[in-house]
């Protein structure tokens, strides 16, 4: 396992994260071919776990309800913003948004 994704669990666990949320939220994050994420910022609103993912000026935001179905929203330097949830599958997506998140951000500092 990875020091961001030990640090990610740390911040679920420091969070208060129910375990099978966390667990989830830890192996979907594994299928992401990195060698580093940023640590999120983590809360509970109401029944989701918020995870805050920043770089630079761009922001992610995943949204997790229970295990399995997950909502994300991508705010962009101009102000505008994506939303989507994640379907059954949702590596190839949750990759694409890393690559937004890390690559274009890098790139552009």
Do not use: K
Not at 1 to 30: C, E, F, H, K, Q
């Amino acid at each position: 396992m990875n020091r961001y994704l030990i640090s990610v669990g740390v911040a679920l666990v420091d969070a208060g994260i129910r375990p099978d949320v966390a667990r989830w939220i830890v192996t979907l994050l594994r299928t992401v071919p990195r060698a580093y994420l940023p640590r999120p910022w983590v809360r509970r609103f109401r029944r989701s776990t918020i995870l805050h993912f920043t770089v630079a000026d761009r922001e992610l935001i995943l949204a997790v309800v229970e295990p399995g179905f997950a909502c994300w929203a991508r705010l962009h330097p101009d102000g505008t913003q994506d939303r989507d949830r994640l379907e059954s599958n949702p590596t190839e997506r949750l990759r694409a948004l890393f690559d937004w998140l890390m690559d274009d951000a890098v790139i552009r500092v």
